[in-house]
């Protein structure tokens, strides 16, 4: 709420958000930290004196930014740094310093980066892919029109779709949606999941929204299922990072 927060080891220092507004997103891609709040983002870096210095990006769209837009969301990709907001992705070139803008007709629920690709979902329209800074839709099916997709992974077979309630697909390059069974489906469709990752062990974690997490092997099978009784200081896992 206050602005972005770093932390040494020892002691904690907070360095306002630029325009006084919430942050939403941070993201550290090499020596800068890029953050994205109401009606702005850009980046920080580290002064000859230890202190972050801010330098805004959104300011050099002139006027470009819409009215009450705020930035949820930025991945990295290659030299690309993406900003997304729930109307539009800027996706900006760190190395041209030259921005692209990808506009919505409705609103973009989240963006997601696989191994080779960048992919968004648009309510009532379904899953997009970035190629060449343009959006090209990749499946307009209803069960991503209608579903609220959580993350996206790629793998030898496609992509594979984690949905908030529906459960997991796969979606192969001929557009053929099939569904990933696994060992704890009821668990994936009865509970409302907000988070998920693949590990490097290519283990799958799920955070859902109060039923705890849920870890499957790669043979699908359940590892683990962490709820408040076995240590967890909440039921709801709203983000998941390995480590």
Same mark, same amino acid.
């Given at each position: 709420?206050?602005?972005?927060?770093?932390?040494?080891?020892?002691?904690?220092?907070?360095?306002?958000?630029?325009?006084?507004?919430?942050?939403?997103?941070?993201?550290?891609?090499?020596?800068?930290?890029?953050?994205?709040?109401?009606?702005?983002?850009?980046?920080?870096?580290?002064?000859?004196?230890?202190?972050?210095?801010?330098?805004?990006?959104?300011?050099?769209?002139?006027?470009?930014?819409?009215?009450?837009?705020?930035?949820?969301?930025?991945?990295?990709?290659?030299?690309?740094?993406?900003?997304?907001?729930?109307?539009?992705?800027?996706?900006?070139?760190?190395? +041209?310093?030259?921005?692209?803008? !990808?506009?919505?007709?409705? =609103?973009?629920?989240? $963006? &997601?980066?696989?191994?080779? %690709? @960048? /992919?968004?979902?648009?309510?009532?329209?379904?899953?997009?892919?970035?190629?060449?800074?343009?959006?090209?839709?990749?499946?307009?099916?209803?069960?991503?029109?209608?579903?609220?997709?959580?993350?996206?992974?790629?793998?030898?077979?496609?992509?594979?779709?984690?949905?908030?309630?529906?459960?997991?697909?796969? +979606?192969?390059?001929?557009?053929? !949606?099939?569904?990933?069974? =696994?060992?704890?489906? $009821? &668990?994936?469709?009865?509970? %409302? @999941? /907000?988070?998920?990752?693949?590990?490097?062990?290519?283990?799958?974690?799920?955070?859902?929204?109060?039923?705890?997490?849920?870890?499957?092997?790669?043979?699908?099978?359940?590892?683990?299922?962490?709820?408040?009784?076995?240590?967890?200081?909440?039921?709801?896992?709203?983000?998941?990072?390995?480590?």
């Amino acid at each position: 709420n206050e602005g972005l927060l770093e932390f040494n080891g020892s002691s904690w220092s907070l360095y306002p958000s630029p325009n006084e507004t919430i942050l939403r997103s941070v993201k550290v891609i090499n020596d800068r930290i890029y953050t994205g709040c109401y009606m702005e983002f850009g980046y920080w870096k580290k002064q000859p004196n230890g202190q972050l210095h801010y330098t805004s990006l959104s300011k050099t769209l002139k006027g470009k930014i819409i009215d009450d837009e705020q930035f949820w969301n930025i991945l990295h990709y290659d030299k690309w740094v993406i900003f997304q907001s729930l109307n539009r992705i800027y996706i900006y070139d760190s190395v +041209l310093k030259k921005f692209s803008i !990808i506009s919505a007709k409705n =609103t973009i629920t989240k $963006a &997601f980066k696989t191994t080779n %690709s @960048i /992919y968004f979902q648009c309510a009532n329209e379904g899953l997009f892919e970035i190629e060449n800074g343009k959006s090209k839709l990749i499946s307009g099916d209803l069960l991503f029109k209608n579903n609220r997709i959580v993350n996206v992974f790629s793998t030898t077979d496609g992509l594979l779709i984690q949905t908030q309630q529906k459960g997991m697909f796969t +979606l192969n390059s001929q557009n053929k !949606i099939t569904k990933y069974t =696994t060992e704890v489906d $009821a &668990f994936l469709e009865e509970s %409302s @999941i /907000y988070s998920c990752e693949m590990l490097s062990d290519g283990s799958l974690a799920f955070g859902s929204v109060s039923n705890g997490i849920i870890i499957i092997n790669k043979e699908r099978k359940l590892k683990y299922h962490l709820t408040q009784n076995k240590g967890l200081s909440n039921n709801t896992t709203l983000s998941m990072l390995e480590d």
